[in-house]
């Protein structure tokens, strides 16, 4: 079973839901619903997996650029496509709480940092364990996202202060950035590299030029806005160390992939990840621990959400 490129919403949800706010006093431990929910890790995996076998889609067909616009992607129910990602955790939260000895006492940070970690292993992808006890937030806002998500234009030293500012090495950064293995992005978000690069240069020069102008073909310069590019293009729906390798051939499809084969000092780890696969599986998993564990809510900080898209 291959994971639908959809499911990587859930995946981006977790990173984004973490980086938030940076208290943290209490530990996270593996065994924290070992008494109050002993199940949870096997009812959240199952969820997981049956709404992977109920989505159509999983052969990427719904990612192909449209011509005529009559590909799946001009289907009015993929408009937003962060739907299926969210309604994975909505399902894994009602599995859970049918439970009456779970019923409302696993919080939806745990079950997004659950639900993530299966589906990158039903992706193919390495399995760790997920350390847990985290209480939900009660504020949201677009601007804490703005300043805490990584641009896509980002440079080596910008992604660096980011990561570094929430504890995280350039290693670890490496290691996330490897997440791009699988998923997608919008036409919008890279169209400069293919366009309008710079006085001298149309193309990017550090991209890979065939792969440019595949890019140009799927991204015309008057695009819908919905239509999907994989950002790792040779196996978009597997969770491997494909994404270190394409970085080796200039086909890493923002500026801030890019730069970490091109600079100097990055250029090392992702040789390393691009030819050791268990290298880049285990530096991944001890980079998101350690992400697992910004910002997070303990003890009687929060709440524990009834509706994991709203606060109590
Ligand atoms: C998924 O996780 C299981 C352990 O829970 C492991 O045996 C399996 O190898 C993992 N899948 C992959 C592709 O690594
Ligand atoms: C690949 O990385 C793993 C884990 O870091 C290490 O144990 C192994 O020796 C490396 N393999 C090679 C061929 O370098």
Known sequence: MKASPRFIVVL???LLLLISTRTSSVQLTRGFYSNICPNVEQIVRSA??????????????????????????????????????FDTVVKAKAAVDSNPQCQNKVSCADILALA?????????????????????????????????????????DQLNSMFNFNGLSQTDMIALSGAHTIGFSHCNRFSKRIYNF?????IDPTLNLQYALQLRQSCPLRVDPRIAINMDPTTPQTFDNQYFKNL?????????????????????????????????????????????RIGVKTGNQGQIRVDCSKVN
Request: negative net charge.
């Open 12 to 14: 981006s949800s977790f």
């Open 48 to 85: 997981v997996a049956q709404k992977f076998q109920q989505t159509f889609g999983c052969d990427a067909s719904i990612l192909l650029a449209s011509p005529n616009n009559k590909a799946e992607k001009d289907h009015p129910d993929d408009i937003s496509l962060a739907g299926d990602g």
């Open 116 to 156: 993530t970690r299966d589906v990158i292993n039903l992706s193919g992808g390495p399995s760790y364990e997920v350390e847990l006890g985290r209480r939900d937030g009660t504020l949201s806002t677009i601007a804490s996202v703005q300043r805490r998500l990584p641009h896509p234009e980002f440079d080596l």
């Open 198 to 202: 710079s006085p001298t240069n149309k």
């Open 248 to 292: 080796q051939q200039g086909m890493g499809l923002f500026t801030s992939d890019q730069v970490l084969a091109t600079d100097a000092r990055s250029k090392n780890t992702v040789n390393l990840f691009a030819s050791n696969k268990s290298a880049f599986e285990s530096a991944f998993i001890d980079a998101i621990t350690k992400m697992g």
